[in-house]
């Protein structure tokens, strides 16, 4: 089956930062996704991605779909405590049943 | 407009006993979802419906897990028996169209398997 990689596991954030993560695969997907899942909850969608080299904002956020069709990134800009939380990129590929697939996700913490 | 419905939050359990998860899509989501994850790892899709019909239940251990959809509407998910490595937050998700791309998904059932 398809498997989405994606780094880092983790990363602590300053107040301010800007933050990067992304999500690879050897397989060719036709929409990328970005959630994020708060303690005690479901994910919730941050970004939808439908066309390779499509770049879209929502807010802070920023993510891109990658030309390669196998990647997408996630940034986050000048970071507040509430970023807080577990990131997960999925990847949805319309030959597979339109199944979702799941990164192992990225879990973001606050420096002490 | 309502979320995901599901209950209950959290379920402790033994092992070898049985259990069942209740999921209540967003009105007029024609799909519904069940996935599985263990804790530090992303969701793993266990069944799809579309409507009252499976679409994937590739992933569902038949020999313990079942899930219905009766009417095209609510879903239970049962466990029986349970095991140890059971252990994980059931999510369910829906969706308005078969695409399966924007998924909305419930907080979830937290199992314990003792």
């Known amino acids: 089956g398809q498997q989405l990689n994606q780094s880092p596991q983790s990363m602590f954030i300053q107040e301010g930062e800007d933050v990067s993560m992304n999500c690879t695969s050897s397989s060719i997907f036709n929409t990328w996704l970005w959630y994020k899942q708060d303690p005690g909850e479901g994910p919730v969608l941050l970004i939808a991605?439908?066309?390779?080299?499509e770049l879209t904002s929502n807010g802070r956020l920023t993510a891109q779909f990658g030309i390669t069709r196998k990647d997408s990134f996630l940034n986050i800009s000048a970071s507040i405590p509430s970023d807080v939380g577990i990131y997960f990129c999925a990847g949805l590929i319309k030959a597979a049943g339109n199944k979702l697939t799941f990164g192992g996700g990225t879990r973001v913490l606050v420096k002490p | 407009e309502a979320g995901v419905a599901q209950s209950p939050r959290y379920k402790i359990i033994e092992k070898r006993q049985s259990v069942a998860f209740w999921c209540n899509p967003i009105?007029?989501?024609?799909?519904l979802y069940w996935y599985q994850q263990i804790l530090g790892q992303g969701p793993k899709l266990l069944i799809q419906?579309?409507?009252?019909?499976?679409?994937?239940d590739s992933q569902l251990p038949k020999d313990r897990f079942s899930a219905e959809r009766l009417k095209g509407v609510d879903s239970t998910l049962k466990i029986q028996p349970a095991k140890l490595e059971d252990s994980a937050v059931y999510l369910c998700?829906?969706?308005?169209?078969?695409?399966?791309?924007?998924?909305?998904f419930g907080a979830g059932t937290r199992l314990s398997v003792l």
């Open positions: 009105s007029g989501h024609a799909t």
């Open positions: 998700a829906s969706s308005r169209i078969r695409s399966g791309d924007i998924q909305y």
């Open positions: 419906f579309q409507n009252n019909g499976v679409v994937d």
């Open positions: 991605l439908y066309k390779a080299g």
